[in-house]
């Protein structure tokens, strides 16, 4: 756990991109594979409960009575 928190914050505080130098595997993982489907999952879950708001809001559906 720990090694994931130094890779997100060096990658952070280097200003370097992430395709640069060679890095650690534990760095190409979080940035590379976990870090854009936790950005992507969060962007649906958002759209998702956007698109549930405006729904209630037209049929006038409250959630509770």
């Known amino acids: ?3 994931i928190y130094v890779a997100v914050i060096s990658q952070l505080q280097s200003g370097t991109s992430l395709d640069g130098a ?3 595997s534990v760095h190409d993982i979080v940035w590379q ?31 509770w009575k």
Do not use: D, H, T, Y
């Open 22 to 24: 060679l890095k650690s």
């Open 33 to 63: 594979l976990r870090l854009p489907r936790i950005v992507l999952a969060a962007a649906v879950g958002a759209g998702l409960a956007s698109s549930g708001v405006i729904m209630q809001a037209i049929v006038k559906n409250p959630f």
């Open 1 to 3: 756990m720990e090694q």
